[in-house]
């Protein structure tokens, strides 16, 4: 199974960031399943190109989209959760 490792990212740098800046990040305590990243990134990636949300309502709805599943195809439990940091509403046009 591959795992990535949780980042060490410091959040203060990040926030700094500008109006229509912004980084989607996992939570820095948990490993990631990549499978379970790919689905996540999916979801998110749907809702902001399909939907036209902005990127805080499409990872708050893949965060909920990816917990109702319960477990992976491999019974692996499904608690990986993304924050976006930066500028909520950054749009993809």
Known sequence: ML???PHAIHFKRIQ???EG???VLS???Q????GHAVAEWATMLDDMILNRKNVNVAV???NAALLSQGTDIQGQPITEQWTPVGDPNVKIN
């Open 27 to 29: 939570n820095p305590s």
């Open 3 to 5: 795992q990535a490792r």
């Open 16 to 18: 700094d960031f500008g």
């Open 21 to 23: 800046q912004l980084v």
């Open 60 to 62: 708050t709805d893949a």
């Open 31 to 34: 490993s990631v399943i990549l």
